[in-house]
């Protein structure tokens, strides 16, 4: 299963963004959506997800500021980013969590998106 994200790009402080990520592949089901984020000099950390009943979860840091949705029939997931601060900086990678099927066999997956640059000026 593959992911593409889309969306990043540079945005003064206050302003919004708008990422989206859509799985390809021989997809059963999606379980789990979310987004992470890896700040230069940072670990990796968890920003949002969505589980299949649209349960969504946030980090403090962007709870109140950043809205995750998904969209099970494009197998898509957005994350609505609103008034955004220059800490927000990062590179957001997508992740889907689920099952895929061939005509032999079902199996799990665990599928990363290529990462996309949000530039946040002050």
């Known amino acids: 299963v593959q992911l593409q994200a889309y969306g990043g790009g540079l945005v003064q402080a206050g302003g919004s963004l708008r990422l989206s990520c859509a799985a390809s592949g021989n997809i059963a089901s999606i379980n789990i959506m979310g987004w992470y984020r890896q700040a230069p000099g940072k670990q990796r950390e968890l920003v949002a997800t969505v589980i299949s009943n649209n349960t969504p979860t946030y980090a403090d840091s962007v709870k109140g500021r ?53 530039t946040v000026s002050s």
């Not at 609103?82 to 799990?108: F, W």
Request: glycine share 6%.
């Open 66 to 118: 950043f809205t995750i949705s998904r969209d099970n029939a494009k197998n898509t997931v957005y994350l609505q980013m609103n008034t955004l601060k220059p800490e927000d900086t990062a590179v957001y990678y997508c992740n889907m969590i689920g099952r895929s099927v061939t005509l032999s066999s079902v199996s799990n997956f665990n599928s990363w998106g290529q990462g996309t640059l949000v």
